[in-house]
């Protein structure tokens, strides 16, 4: 019924079949939205979050998908800047999943805010000291150009492209996309880094305050550096979660490779100088405020030294070496269990970087403050979750998001049309 | 962006005596009354209890008999920052400058019409004194009479927090320019309502920069910053006195006084012999 | 924001950030401006182009 | 061919659909299958244009704005009405403290009670209770008008109609012959509203006049035991050096709370020691010099120990004892035969050596006093135990001398007009009272199979809820057919009655306020009405003389005011003209001039000790909180929001115990409290500075009226304690009671 809008010569599954799917997720992605109103319309009272948890479940998330979403940002740069062409067959998908993660980052904002109808004072009355401030102009900013970069895909949809304004609208877009490329690796870069600032400029809070270089703490980089090493991987993994509910080969080998290689890269030099700014903060930062490193891993029921060593060495260390390595690299388990240790790596550094920070008690008479999350704000934080898979259903279903597609997966090759 | 808070402006500050308060809550309440603070069915759950000036006990950890109680009142520090810059921690994050530093009293304010519930600003405070609007404030009915004009209600959904009864300075401002010296505010016209309230006048409130002032002459506070940490400034050079998580460098303007050294010691973390080595040092010799 | 407001300052701070953001801000609106229109004139010249073959 | 026509006027359909209107209806004119197609692009392109329209026009950002400046007024959050600040002077009359307090006012509506300044009791400062007041004035949950009970229902009665039928019972008593079956409970004896109901009850012909057990009803007592009838005692804790404190809860709300804080903070300036004696580590013993854990209910054995040791090493003010009688060798007797150091340690569980020196400090010290009442001194309290305190006073010799006990008489600044008795009257005031204390006259009424109480006035008192075993008081008063409660809240007793007259609050009415509970200085305040009557409620003195008028008689002719307002200031005028002035006048300030007599004959015959009920292992204990008020009203919400989570958490209470007693319990888990009396479900909370053994629980809590900021909060401690009727006295000496604590 819908073939008309199905990419030519692309085989995708009946109509009532994607339908049923669609209902399946579509029902998760209402009970978010009926929880977002109701965070709404009552206020944040529908949440566990409390005066010492000002910052929870999914503040989380909203760092956990910038950071993977780093793979649009980081990927882009390398496709468009540094002209690595095998990444124009991935590309897409990683606009895609940025697009996603960044929207969703978007509208985690607008529910986490007390007074949503007040967000635009961020703008209006922007307090230039505060990392937050740069977080919402680089995120607004750079959603824009992941919006800008996704719009020739769409526009390459075989009803719109039959639109000659469509057509030249997307056909010109790919022709300066370097232009917008480029100013949203700027944007990015801060953006991700301006992430980190707004822990390690926390100078009340030993946990997170970082020293640094001009006014930006170490986490800045880190940020950056982490959502950069990380977001590749996440690009693979989606990519991979793709191609088995497709049950189709959507890329080819020598790209995944390549990506790979990159986010293997990435990883070991950024654990590296996380494992320095670690040893720094815990023999020197801390300990000039007064503070042991066991102050805060002991004495509560959750937070122990294991997510130090899992976020560093299990999902850290151990992702980085096998992306390295090229055997293990090319070996597809082997990259699939480095691809998902290093996306809990990242997920659980803003964890660490978000909720440890406010459960770890600060004046010497507080205590530890943990919070469980209540059923509002679990569903808010499934709530891009859903929307994320309907859009790469869609996305995948009626744009020509894999241009490797129907080469790998029909038996006479296809010319590209760019 | 960076001014002067050193001289030719009021610095007002706090010192509380905590061998003298006694945890009987009359600060609390008068604030909450002063302050039209709201209150909720259930308060107990001191996590989402909105208390600008809260009381903390502590204890020294000893077993019984020879444990002991001391209560150390808490209202907003009004921290002046690193180096007393007025880059506190919570007016530097605020994204919408909702929050800010008052270079002419020292004084952190709060915008309630500004602030969009962002909550960094709750993130970035030590000292637990900002407190989240999570629900709309409501009075029984009839209970709405008393509020007072002078502090707006908050609505839900934005932060607030102590303001050393701002409102209270301006009348004591507007008074003196009456009175036709604007520039001087009477120790005694400009109290804060905890100050005031305390049965066992444990509270001493004033400028900090006038020696004439009771706070001056307890804290002495020294205009250095401290030779071992520069971000240290206004350190008291009262052996009793000290304050609150001072390591951090955020500078509060609230003191407290104790002759018990456990008290003392529970202000800051220390490291192991590192106690011994600091207690005795109260900011450096010079005089300013 | 903008320099009309009245927490605006004219310091190396405001003029670093707020000019890599208008900068940011300009450089994709003239792009997509410029793109638009772009697309919109290929439009015309090709329709014009087909108007002629047509006739 | 087909197909590329098709493409060529969409895409002109496009580009004009958001330039030119007429160009649109070219597209009528194609066929239906071309249309379909054409419509909807051009309706998306409408809408793309439409979008980008609005986007570039102002109303988003009117609309943006708008909404946020909505945001910034919304109107279900109040905004308060200014108007001009005015401040008026009053006293606080929530507690027998008695401050002056200032009322900060915006045209005629009040919005903050401060402390008064140069006030002879306070001084400025205010306690958490009298802040708040405003919030019982604004009380949804006051009486709003006069109630009348029907079945298990109040209904709305006048005041006409209610004042009639109060009449109408009572003349009913009175025709009987026993006037004596009137029945009155107030919180005190002092002031005019008290003195216009035992007017009332007397002129009527009843001396069942009764107050509830307080600070200043047993200061009376222990005065009259030792110095005779009609004197009090205070202590003059401001110029004390040496604070020996039986439990006495200092800046616990004991006495006259603020002065009781002042004194107790000006201790550091005046180098003055305070040594506390009590299980707990309460807030004055944590601000104590000294902290002396006892065990519960020895408190007197262990000041006779003292007064052991002080006798032993002729520590004792020789001059001192001239003025003593009643046996003073016998007593030295039965000190040595009953209180030797080694008996008195095992009793008290304090080491031998500490007993001693803490002895021979007290004795040696310049200006050294003995505090008794534990907690706030309104709880249950032994007359041994009262005496014995008061027995370390006479023995070092400071009474009547700066900075220790000040004996006098009870301050009669009142002159109530000779009233006029029938011989009903008469014969009926003649009768002995059933009971000595409110205690004894609950015990009597359950016991007795008649009826020994027809009707009974309850005023600004809570026996429902504040005698022990409040249950049992509770079906007591069910046996008593006729109440009336005159109450601005319709608390526990309130409940119970037939009628309810409410009262103006302290806030709405002109009273005098004389200050007690062992305040060095003795000053009447004047409350004054800060704001008019908000509700259908009336002065309690107006509302007795209407009870008075409407008898007719004897007793109509003993109430001839035509309200309170002119009542008060005949009976005060020896000092209403500067009583009305400035709202206080100083009655005695100073060191009282004379050397009372000192009769020991009470504590020479050794009093037996009042022990706690029930076999169980541990003892329950009350606590006394600042935070909370235990009179016969609820605390306010402010009060209420400041208590820690170790007290109340949600809607249960936390008790206190050691950590070695607290064996199978986990701190801020469950368990069951168990005493004779009853369960009750509590929380746990670990705190080493309990005695172990003793279970803390504090008083205040478990208010069962209907305000969801301050009742159905936690258990009322006098559900679980039992009375224990001290012989003699008649008093209430139940300190406590066995318990026991398991894992829920």
């Known amino acids: ?418 | 962006m960076t001014q002067d808070n050193h001289n030719n402006a009021y610095k007002f500050g706090m010192v509380i005596d905590l061998d003298k308060c006694t945890g009987c809550g009359s600060c609390m309440v008068s604030c909450m009354s002063e302050n039209n603070v709201p209150f909720k069915e259930d308060e107990s759950n001191k996590r989402d209890s909105i208390t600008w000036m809260r009381v903390y006990k502590l204890t020294n950890g000893k077993s019984f008999p020879d444990t002991e109680i001391a209560y150390l009142p808490r209202p907003c520090q009004h921290c002046g920052g690193e180096g007393d810059h007025g880059h506190s921690p919570c007016v530097s994050v605020c994204p919408a400058t909702a929050t800010d530093y008052g270079y002419d009293t020292g004084i952190v304010s709060q915008i309630y019409t500004r602030c969009f519930g962002c909550r960094y600003c709750m993130g970035a405070c030590p000292y637990h004194a900002r407190y989240f609007n999570w629900w709309d404030p409501k009075w029984p009915e009839g209970m709405e009479k008393y509020l007072s004009p002078d502090v707006s209600p908050r609505m839900r959904g934005i932060v607030e927090k102590c303001s050393f009864c701002y409102h209270r300075y301006q009348a004591a401002r507007d008074k003196a320019y009456y009175h036709g010296d604007k520039d001087h505010i009477k120790e005694e016209d400009y109290q804060t309502a905890c100050t005031t309230a305390c049965p066992s006048n444990a509270i001493t409130f004033g400028d900090l920069n006038n020696p004439a002032h009771k706070v001056h002459q307890i804290v002495k506070p020294d205009p250095h910053p401290d030779p071992r940490n520069h971000h240290v400034v206004g350190k008291s050079r009262n052996p009793k006195v000290f304050r609150l998580l001072e390591r951090l460098g955020t500078n509060p303007k609230v003191y407290y006084l104790s002759e018990r050294e456990w008290v003392r010691k529970q202000g800051d973390h220390y490291l192991e012999g590192e106690w011994d080595k600091i207690k005795n040092h109260h900011g450096t010799t010079s005089h300013g | ?55 | ?744």
């Open chain 1, 1 to 418: 019924m819908d073939s008309a809008l199905i990419p030519e010569g692309a085989k995708r599954c009946s109509l009532p079949k994607f339908s049923i799917g669609m209902a399946i997720v579509g029902a998760v992605l209402l009970w978010g939205v009926w929880a977002m109103f109701l965070c709404w319309f009552k206020g944040l009272n529908q949440t566990n979050m409390n005066d010492y948890y000002g910052f929870a479940l999914w503040i989380w998330a909203d760092l956990a998908v910038i950071a993977v979403g780093g793979g649009a940002f980081f990927t882009g740069m390398l496709r468009y800047i540094f002209n690595i062409k095998e990444l124009k067959n991935i590309i897409n998908f990683a606009v895609i999943i940025g697009f996603i993660c960044y929207s969703s980052a978007l509208l985690i904002l607008a529910i986490d805010i007390g007074q949503p109808l007040r967000g635009w004072f961020i703008f209006w009355h922007a307090n230039i000291h505060s990392m937050l401030t740069e977080v919402a102009f680089c995120l607004s900013c750079y959603f824009a150009v992941l919006t800008i970069e996704f719009i020739p895909n769409i526009l390459e949809n075989r009803q719109a492209n039959k639109v000659p304004f469509f057509h030249h609208l997307a056909h010109n877009m790919h022709g300066i996309m370097v232009i917008f490329a480029a100013t949203g690796a700027f944007l990015s870069f801060f953006h991700q880094g301006s992430l980190g600032g707004v822990a390690g400029v926390m100078y009340g809070r030993p946990f997170a305050v970082r020293e640094g270089l001009l006014i930006w703490p170490w986490t800045f980089f880190l940020f950056t550096w982490s959502a950069a090493a990380y977001g590749p991987s996440f690009t693979l993994l989606v990519t991979k979660m793709t191609e088995v509910i497709t049950g189709k080969k959507l890329v080819k080998d020598n790209v995944v490779h390549l990506l790979a290689k990159i986010s293997g890269w990435m990883i070991v030099t950024y654990i590296i100088a996380k494992i320095i700014d670690t040893i720094y903060w815990a023999y020197v930062t801390a300990p000039s405020l007064g503070f042991k490193l066991s102050h805060f891993y002991t004495d509560n029921s959750f937070y122990g030294y294991w997510i130090l060593i899992t976020e560093i060495v299990i999902c850290g260390i151990v992702p980085g070496a096998i992306l390295v390595i090229k055997s293990t690299r090319e070996n597809p388990t082997l990259r699939l269990v480095a691809i998902i240790l290093g996306t809990i790596g990242v997920c659980l550094n803003r964890w660490v970087m978000v909720l440890q920070i406010m459960a770890v008690p600060v004046m010497p008479f507080d205590t530890w403050a943990l919070y469980i999350p209540s059923w509002q704000e679990v569903a808010t934080t499934v709530l891009p979750v859903a929307y994320g898979i309907m859009l790469i259903a869609l996305a995948y279903r009626y744009l020509p998001v894999f241009p490797q597609e129907k080469e790998l997966n029909s038996v006479k090759p296809i010319t590209e049309s760019e």
């Open chain 3, 1 to 55: 924001m903008f320099p009309f407001s009245f927490e605006w300052v004219w310091d190396i701070g405001h003029m670093i950030f707020f000019g890599g953001l208008w900068y940011a801000v300009g450089i994709l609106s003239a792009g997509m401006i410029y793109v638009i229109l772009k697309a919109a004139w290929d439009t015309m010249s090709e329709s014009i182009n087909n108007s002629g073959e047509s006739h």
């Open chain 4, 1 to 744: 061919m087909q197909s590329a026509t098709r493409k060529k006027q969409a895409t002109k359909v496009i580009v004009s659909s958001v330039t030119s209107k007429n160009q649109k209806h070219e597209t009528l004119n194609f066929n239906g299958e071309l249309y379909m197609k054409v419509d909807r692009r051009s309706f998306l392109g409408l809408g793309l244009g439409a979008v980008a329209g609005v986007a570039v026009s102002p109303v988003g950002l009117k609309l943006t704005d708008d909404s946020s400046i909505w945001t910034q007024n919304w109107p279900w959050t109040p905004v308060p009405v200014d108007g001009r600040v005015n401040y008026e002077k009053s006293v606080c009359s929530l507690c027998p403290g008695s401050c002056g307090i200032s009322v900060r006012k915006i045209d005629n509506r009040p919005v903050k009670i401060e402390g008064l300044s140069d006030y002879p009791v306070n001084d400025g400062g205010a306690c958490l209770h009298g802040i708040a007041g405003l919030q019982y004035l604004y009380d949804p949950a006051r009486v709003k008008t006069p109630l009348k009970k029907n079945g298990d229902k109040f209904e709305k009665i006048s005041w006409n109609d209610a004042i009639a039928l109060i009449a109408e019972k009572l003349k009913g008593i009175r025709t009987e012959g026993t006037p004596e079956k009137l029945a009155c409970i107030t919180d005190k004896d002092q002031g005019s509203v008290s003195g216009l109901f035992r007017r009332l009850l007397e002129t009527f012909g009843s001396s069942e006049f009764y107050t509830m057990p307080s600070l200043e009803s047993y200061l009376e007592l222990t005065a009259s035991t030792f110095h005779g009838k009609g004197n009090t005692i205070a202590f003059d804790l401001e110029n004390a050096n040496f604070v020996l404190s039986f439990g006495a809860g200092i800046i616990e709300g004991w006495g006259s709370p603020v002065a009781c804080f002042k004194a107790n903070a000006s201790r550091k300036e005046r180098h003055a020691k305070l040594y506390q004696i009590e299980p707990r580590l309460s807030n004055t013993a944590a601000n104590a010099d000294k902290w002396i854990p006892v065990n519960p209910g020895t408190e007197a054995d262990l000041a006779l120990g003292l007064c052991a040791v002080i006798l032993k090493n002729n520590l004792f003010d020789g001059s001192a004892t001239i003025n003593f009688m009643g046996g003073f060798n016998k007593f030295n007797a039965m000190l040595k035969r009953d209180y030797s150091l080694s008996k008195t340690a095992k009793i008290t569980g304090i080491k031998a050596s500490e007993i001693e020196k803490t002895a021979k400090m007290f004795a040696k010290a310049k200006k050294p006093v003995a505090v008794f009442g534990k907690g706030r001194g309104d709880g249950a309290q032994s007359l041994k135990e009262l005496a014995a305190v008061h027995m370390l006073n006479c023995l070092v010799g400071n009474i009547n001398k700066k900075g220790g006990v000040f004996v006098k008489p009870v301050s009669q600044y009142l002159n109530f007009p000779s009233q006029s008795m029938d011989r009903v009257a008469d014969a009926g005031f003649g009768k002995n009272k059933t009971g000595s204390t409110v205690n004894q006259l609950f015990e009597k009424i359950d016991k007795s199979a008649q009826p020994l109480i027809e009707a009974l006035f309850v005023y600004n008192a809570n026996p429902g809820y504040n005698l022990h075993d409040s249950k049992r008081v509770k079906k007591t008063l069910d046996k008593i057919p006729f109440k009336v409660s005159f109450s601005s809240l319709l608390d526990e007793t309130a409940m119970l009655c037939d009628i309810i007259l409410p009262n103006h609050t302290f806030m709405e009415r002109i009273e005098d306020v004389p200050s007690g509970a062992g305040f060095a200085k003795t000053v009447v305040g004047l409350s004054k009405p800060i704001i008019k009557p908000l509700l259908n409620t009336k002065h309690p003195g107006d509302s007795v003389i209407l009870i008075a008028k409407a008898l007719g008689g004897n007793v109509a002719k003993s109430f001839e005011w035509a309200n309170y307002d002119q009542c008060l200031e005949s009976v005060t005028s020896n000092i209403w003209s500067p009583l009305s002035k400035r709202g206080f006048v100083v009655i005695s300030k100073g060191v009282p001039a004379y050397r009372p007599l000192v009769n020991v004959s009470f504590l020479a015959q050794n009093p037996a000790t009042i022990n706690a009920k029930g076999d169980y292992a541990l003892t329950l204990i009350p606590i006394d909180n600042m935070r909370l008020i235990n009179t016969g009203t609820a605390s306010s919400p402010f009060a209420v929001k400041t208590v820690s989570d170790t007290v109340i958490k949600g809607k249960d209470i936390v008790v206190e115990i050691n950590p070695l007693t607290a064996i199978g319990l986990k701190d801020k888990g469950f368990a069951t409290l168990t005493t004779p009396l009853g369960k009750a479900r509590v929380k746990i909370n670990i705190n080493e500075g309990m005695m172990p053994g003793v279970i803390g629980m504090v008083r205040g809590l478990g208010h069962t009226f209907d305000n969801k900021y301050v009742s159905n909060i936690g258990v009322n401690i006098n559900d679980l304690i039992g009375q224990v009727i001290e012989p003699g006295s008649g008093l209430d000496a139940a300190f406590g009671i066995k318990a026991k604590l398991v894992a829920a």
